[in-house]
């Protein structure tokens, strides 16, 4: 039989609450919890499964080539490859957009040309009716670092 001769051996036996927090357990749980949710989120968003009916309409955004007018620098204007004065374009634009407002239109400008003039251009096809007008600006080259 063991018995305590000491004073104050009970006190050794004795252990101090850890004052640390265990993360392991935690990372165990909010990794099974991803692992739930991760399952689980995409059969909650499926809806409400329809079988579409078939049909031979074309698409409503069938516009897949836009129409290109161009600005030389010397002013000269283009629809596409060939060249068409002021006066003409608004007719040759509804003709190649066939009478359709909001067909997609992009204008190029030289860049030695008057931003005058650009605005000039875009403001006719903009008041022909035209609502889907937008310029075209070329890419920088990704190697070199802007100024």
Known sequence: ??????????RR???RPMSDINVTPLVDVMLVLLI?????APMMTSGVN????????????????PITVSIRSDGALYL??????ADQLLD?????????????IFVRGDSHIDYGRVMEVMGRIT????THVAL??????????AP
């Open 127 to 130: 008041s022909g009716g035209f």
């Open 13 to 15: 036996g004795r252990r």
């Open 92 to 104: 040759q634009l509804r003709a190649a957009a066939q009478n359709d407002p909001s067909h997609r």
């Open 50 to 65: 329809v079988d579409l009916p078939k049909t031979d309409a074309a698409p409503v955004n069938a516009d897949t080539k």
């Open 1 to 10: 039989m063991g018995v305590s001769l000491g004073g104050g051996g009970g």
């Open 36 to 40: 739930i949710f991760m399952v689980t």
């Open 80 to 85: 596409g490859d060939n060249p068409v004065s």
């Open 136 to 145: 075209l600006a070329q890419q920088p080259p990704s190697g070199g670092g």
